[in-house]
């Protein structure tokens, strides 16, 4: 059974930082695709970050240079570490796997989230 648990949201004025984790069990990091997800308040979904099976790393153009996601396979966590973070910024993050060979942006496990609120 698939289980992602997202941790490290809170609460954090502009510039500060954050690291988020995400927990997995049921999969093994080092050979799914991992991925960060938010969604703000009255917006859709949106894909943050991406690592591949193979390490290559996507991000969305609104947090290059920011954001890095990173991986420990041994802890079989994921994490996301969130720098000069702006109000914009603000909004459940979610942690997604799949295990498709393919890391093409479809994600097949979620996990529950975690609130990050940046003020200004």
């Known amino acids: 059974q698939v289980r992602l648990v997202e941790s490290g949201g809170g609460s954090v004025q502009a510039g500060g930082s954050l690291t988020l984790s995400c927990a997995a069990s049921?999969?093994?990091?080092?050979?799914?695709?991992m991925g960060w997800f938010r969604q703000a308040p009255g917006k859709g979904r949106e894909e943050v970050a991406r690592?591949?099976?193979?390490?290559?790393?996507t991000y969305a153009d609104s947090v290059k240079g920011r954001f890095t996601i990173s991986k420990d396979n041994a802890k079989s966590t994921l994490y996301l570490r969130m720098n000069s973070l702006k109000p914009e910024d603000t909004g459940m993050y979610y942690c997604?796997?799949?295990?498709?060979?393919?890391?093409?942006?479809?994600?097949?496990?979620w996990g529950q989230g975690t609130q990050v609120t940046v003020s200004s």
């Open positions: 997604a796997a799949d295990g498709r060979y393919w890391c093409n942006g479809e994600f097949a496990y």
């Open positions: 690592m591949s099976r193979f390490t290559t790393t």
């Open positions: 049921g999969v093994t990091v080092n050979s799914y695709c």
